[in-house]
C-alpha cells in the first residue's frame, strides 16, 4: 500500500508519517521545504524519540520524498492508495490545488482504484473543508468520479509534538509524546478500510472531534494564557504551578459538562481522560513552549474553536463556565511581538476595546452577559 503525506514537518514525521510506516505502507512525503526533502529522499529513515513514563528512540524507514509544488507529487498521486495531511488549516486550501491536478491526471490515466484522502489538521471537519477546496479546481466533468472513487475522511488527530531541539544535530529527528488518537469516519471511506494500527474508526466522529477539542485543545490553550500571565514559559511549568492546575482542570470539567450532556460520555470515564491529559502536560521528557502552544489567538479564539465553541455549549445547556471565561480574558492578555495575530490582536484592543474586540473575533453579543464578565474579568487579571 502506498500513501502520499502532505507536510514532512515535525508533526507529519513523528504522528502520521511514522504511523503510516510502522503499518509498512510505503510513505513519500511531500513538502516544498527542499534541504528537507533531500534529507528524506536520500536517507529514507529517521529517528523518532517517544517521551511517555520513559524515553525510547524509534527508527522510521521505507520513507521518501518529493517537493510538492513539483510534477514528482502530480506523479505520486497518480499511483497512491492514500493521501494524508498534516500541514496546517491555513494550508490545506493551498494544496488543494495540487490534489486536484493530481486527481485529473489520475482519471485521466484510468487508475479507477479507490482513493482515500485524510486531513488529518487541528480543525474540525478538515477534510471536508478541503474537499470543497479541491472540487474548486477540478474541472466539472471530473466530479462524478471523484465522487464515485475518492473517500474524503474527516478525522481527529491528538498528539502532542513539540519543536525539535535546537542542540539536536540530526535535523529529522523529531520527539513525540508516546501518546497518540487518530480517529477517522468510517463511513466516509471508499473501498476498504486500510488496517493501520494506531487509526481508530468510528461511525460519531464529532463527539470525538468535540471531546478532543473541548479537553486537550481547550486545556492545553487555558494552561499557556493563564501561565503566560505569571511568567511561566512552558507548559509543564505551567501546569506545575498549583493554581494553573486548579483553574485547567475546572475549565476542562465546565466544556466536558457540554460534552457529558450531548454525547453522553460517562462522567467518571471522561474525568480520567481529563486527568490523563492532565498528565500528559506535565510531561518531563516534552519542552513545549507557551509561544507555540499560545501563538495565533484570533484562530483559537474563533466561534468554532477551543475557547468560544465550549463556552457556547454551557450557555445552551445553561451550565458553569466561569474559569472557560477566564481562559478567554487570559487570551486578550496574550501579547507576542512575533506573532501577527497576537500584534492584531493588541492592536484591536487598543483601538476599539475589550467588547468590541471580543464580538468581533469569537461572534458573541458585546451586550451579552458573557462578554461583561470576560470584560471584568479581563480588567482584574
Known amino acids: 500500500m502506498k500513501a502520499v503525506h502532505f507536510g514532512a514537518g515535525n508533526i507529519g514525521r513523528g504522528f502520521i508519517g511514522k504511523l503510516l510506516a510502522d503499518a509498512n505502507v510505503a510513505v513519500t512525503f ?32 521505507h520513507v521518501t520524498a518529493v517537493n510538492s509544488a513539483s510534477q514528482d507529487v502530480i506523479d505520486q498521486i497518480i499511483h497512491t492508495d492514500m493521501v494524508t495531511t498534516a500541514v496546517g488549516p491555513n494550508v490545506l486550501d493551498i494544496i488543494a490545488k495540487t490534489i486536484a491536478t493530481g486527481l485529473t491526471h489520475r482519471f485521466e490515466a484510468g487508475n479507477n482504484n479507490p482513493l482515500n484522502i485524510i486531513a488529518c489538521e487541528n480543525m474540525v471537519r478538515g477534510t471536508t473543508h478541503l474537499k470543497e477546496e479541491v472540487y474548486k479546481h477540478l474541472n466539472s466533468i471530473y466530479h462524478s468520479q471523484a465522487d464515485e472513487l475518492v473517500g474524503f475522511v474527516d478525522s481527529a488527530v491528538d498528539r502532542i509534538v513539540p519543536p525539535s531541539e535546537a542542540a539536536n544535530d540530526d535535523p529529522l529527528e523529531v520527539t513525540v509524546e508516546s501518546f497518540s488518537e487518530w480517529i477517522v469516519d468510517k463511513q466516509q471511506f471508499k473501498g476498504d478500510i486500510p488496517a493501520i494500527e494506531g487509526m481508530e474508526t468510528t461511525d460519531n466522529l464529532m463527539a470525538f472531534v468535540e471531546r478532543k477539542l473541548f479537553t486537550l485543545n481547550t486545556g492545553h490553550i487555558v494552561t499557556a494564557y493563564l501561565g503566560a500571565l505569571k511568567g511561566h514559559e512552558t507548559i509543564r511549568d505551567a501546569i506545575e504551578d498549583k493554581e494553573v492546575y486548579d483553574q485547567v482542570k475546572a475549565a476542562m470539567q465546565e466544556s466536558g459538562e457540554v460534552l457529558i450532556r450531548r454525547y453522553g460520555f460517562d462522567r467518571d470515564m471522561h474525568n480520567a481522560y481529563i486527568e490523563k491529559i492532565l498528565g500528559r502536560f506535565a510531561n518531563p521528557f516534552l519542552r513545549d513552549e507557551i509561544d507555540r502552544v499560545g501563538r495565533q489567538p484570533i484562530r483559537k479564539l474563533g466561534a468554532n474553536d477551543r475557547l468560544t465553541k465550549p463556552l457556547l455549549g454551557t450557555i445552551e445547556y445553561g451550565t458553569e463556565n466561569g474559569t472557560l471565561l477566564k481562559g478567554i480574558a487570559a487570551a486578550f492578555k496574550y501579547t507576542n511581538d512575533s506573532d501577527p495575530q497576537a500584534i492584531e490582536l493588541q492592536t484591536s484592543l487598543k483601538e476599539v476595546g475589550l467588547r468590541s474586540t471580543l464580538a468581533k473575533y469569537t461572534g458573541l453579543d458585546a451586550e451579552s452577559e458573557e462578554a461583561k464578565r470576560i470584560e471584568a474579568l479581563y480588567q482584574s487579571l
Open 30 to 61: 511531500a513538502d516544498v521545504d527542499e534541504p528537507l526533502v533531500d534529507q528524506l529522499s536520500h536517507d529514507q529513515s529517521y529517528k523518532v524519540k517517544v517521551v511517555g513514563t520513559e524515553c525510547q528512540i524509534d527508527t522510521v524507514t
